[in-house]
């Protein structure tokens, strides 16, 4: 089977819809499907080109997928006009380097929404059915952030995306509460599939500390709270500054791994809280990664308090729980069923400092249940294998291929 992906994000970055997108389609090339992917250069977060890449036309073979890298206008992960024109050259660009490539399925994914619009297009002009992969409710999220008002732009965005679940074959989403979510507005349950997030254990899995990384970061003999990932508007990470504030036990220190639109934010309120007790990281390579989750005696994740992110599933619950760190979880919903259901570590209120400290503590001082929640980490891990599901989605697609001739 010929499937061609478009994707804004695909290894070198490191951002959970990369990793995602590249090993779904690893495997799939792997069980013989011709896999071509249409990208841009690696930019993300800081948009800023990556060493060895230049911003234009390319192609490579990846694991056995063909990369087309399409020159696009390049934005940081921040702002609205820029990023608007970001996205707005990707779609352009996607199209134009998509339109006479021979294939069977095109998929897009979503967010950025662009790219989905791309997907749709090139159905169009190829007269081959598409797919469209949800992995967040856009215009709606951005609207949460108050990335973008209210007006004639969201109205117009929202227009689309009705349009693009009516149009699409199938629609694939990444947890339930998306799938509720598009059902409330409409789009038939026959037409949605739930794959979601997980974790390759050939790269995540138990390990013991890198003795020589907690050298170097100075931080041997710490209890160790890590987060690792993107430092966005919606992960609220300023709330965790202002939590370790108020934290004095001395073998407590907060680490914080990655980049994103808030990290200089976040490191102007570091200074001004002066805090000892917590390091603010650069991103680090995905070979590194594993190193520096190995540390961690708990793994940190946290979004802002919003109805909107009851639904989210973010994609680093499964590896630190594949690396066999308890969570705590700053999330309800869905992913807090899920962690507390193994049970994988425990949950907060979202932006609640009391209940954050009085889960930290727990999971700190009770090593009966933290030996637990050990032990539900690598039985969440292994239900929730990448692998497996990369395989069911390709089945999916191609039985969605199947219906359509």
Same mark, same amino acid.
């Given at each position: 089977?010929?499937?061609?992906?478009?994707?804004?994000?695909?290894?070198?970055?490191?951002?959970?819809?990369?990793?995602?997108?590249?090993e779904?389609?690893?495997?799939?090339?792997g069980?013989g499907?011709e896999?071509?992917v249409?990208t841009?250069?690696?930019n993300f977060?800081?948009?800023?080109?990556?060493?060895?890449?230049?911003?234009?036309?390319?192609?490579?073979?990846?694991?056995?997928?063909?990369?087309?890298?399409?020159?696009?206008y390049?934005?940081?992960?921040?702002?609205t006009?820029?990023?608007s024109?970001?996205?707005?050259s990707?779609?352009?660009?996607?199209?134009r380097?998509?339109r006479?490539?021979?294939?069977?399925?095109?998929i897009?994914?979503?967010?950025?929404?662009?790219?989905?619009l791309?997907?749709?297009?090139?159905?169009?002009?190829?007269?081959?059915?598409?797919?469209?992969?949800?992995?967040?409710?856009?215009?709606?999220?951005?609207?949460?952030?108050?990335?973008?008002?209210?007006?004639?732009?969201?109205?117009y965005?929202?227009?689309?995306?009705?349009?693009?679940?009516a149009?699409?074959?199938?629609?694939?989403?990444?947890?339930?509460?998306?799938f509720?979510?598009?059902?409330?507005?409409?789009?038939?349950?026959?037409?949605?599939r739930?794959?979601?997030?997980?974790?390759?254990?050939e790269?995540?899995?138990?390990?013991?500390k890198?003795?020589g990384?907690?050298?170097?970061?100075?931080?041997?003999?710490?209890k160790?709270?890590?987060?690792?990932?993107?430092? $966005?508007?919606?992960?609220k *990470?300023? +709330?965790?500054?202002?939590? #370790?504030? %108020?934290?004095? =036990?001395?073998?407590?220190?907060? !680490?914080?791994?990655?980049?994103?639109?808030?990290?200089?934010?976040?490191l102007?309120?570091?200074?001004?809280?002066?805090?000892?007790?917590?390091s603010?990281?650069?991103?680090v390579?995905?070979?590194?990664?594993?190193?520096?989750?190995s540390?961690?005696?708990?793994?940190l994740?946290?979004?802002?308090?919003s109805?909107?992110?009851?639904g989210?599933?973010?994609?680093?619950?499964?590896?630190y729980a594949?690396?066999?760190?308890?969570?705590?979880?700053?999330?309800?919903?869905?992913?807090?069923?899920?962690?507390? $259901?193994?049970?994988?570590? *425990?949950? +907060?209120?979202?932006?609640? #400092?009391? %209940?954050?400290? =009085?889960?930290?503590?727990?999971? !700190?001082?009770?090593k009966?249940f933290?030996a637990q929640?050990?032990?539900?980490?690598q039985?969440?891990?292994?239900?929730?294998?990448?692998?497996r599901?990369?395989?069911?989605?390709?089945?999916?697609?191609k039985?969605?291929?199947?219906?359509i001739?």
């Amino acid at each position: 089977m010929k499937i061609l992906f478009l994707t804004d994000n695909f290894p070198p970055e490191r951002n959970a819809p990369a990793t995602r997108t590249y090993e779904h389609c690893k495997a799939w090339a792997g069980k013989g499907e011709e896999v071509t992917v249409i990208t841009c250069a690696p930019n993300f977060p800081e948009g800023k080109v990556f060493e060895g890449y230049r911003n234009r036309y390319t192609e490579e073979i990846m694991d056995g997928i063909r990369v087309i890298r399409v020159r696009t206008y390049i934005a940081a992960n921040k702002g609205t006009v820029r990023r608007s024109l970001d996205y707005l050259s990707f779609y352009f660009a996607a199209v134009r380097a998509g339109r006479k490539r021979d294939c069977d399925m095109i998929i897009g994914t979503s967010p950025q929404f662009f790219t989905a619009l791309a997907a749709k297009r090139l159905s169009a002009i190829l007269q081959k059915p598409w797919i469209m992969e949800v992995r967040d409710i856009w215009p709606e999220s951005i609207r949460t952030l108050d990335a973008v008002k209210d007006g004639p732009l969201i109205g117009y965005l929202e227009k689309k995306e009705k349009e693009c679940y009516a149009d699409a074959a199938g629609i694939v989403c990444v947890t339930r509460g998306i799938f509720g979510n598009l059902v409330r507005k409409g789009v038939p349950e026959n037409k949605i599939r739930l794959f979601t997030n997980g974790a390759n254990p050939e790269n995540f899995r138990p390990q013991a500390k890198n003795r020589g990384l907690l050298k170097w970061l100075g931080l041997e003999g710490k209890k160790i709270v890590g987060y690792l990932g993107t430092m $966005g508007m919606s992960h609220k *990470l300023d +709330f965790i500054l202002h939590c #370790a504030k %108020d934290l004095s =036990e001395p073998d407590l220190h907060f !680490l914080l791994v990655g980049e994103g639109a808030e990290k200089e934010n976040l490191l102007n309120l570091k200074r001004s809280l002066r805090l000892e007790n917590l390091s603010i990281l650069d991103a680090v390579g995905k070979k590194e990664v594993p190193d520096y989750l190995s540390v961690m005696d708990i793994g940190l994740v946290n979004l802002r308090k919003s109805e909107l992110f009851q639904g989210a599933l973010p994609s680093k619950i499964f590896e630190y729980a594949a690396m066999g760190k308890p969570l705590l979880l700053g999330l309800q919903g869905e992913a807090e069923s899920i962690v507390e $259901g193994y049970p994988a570590g *425990l949950a +907060f209120e979202p932006e609640n #400092a009391d %209940d954050f400290k =009085e889960k930290l503590h727990i999971l !700190l001082t009770d090593k009966e249940f933290y030996a637990q929640c050990e032990k539900g980490c690598q039985q969440l891990a292994g239900d929730y294998d990448r692998k497996r599901i990369a395989q069911a989605m390709l089945e999916q697609i191609k039985e969605w291929s199947k219906r359509i001739k």
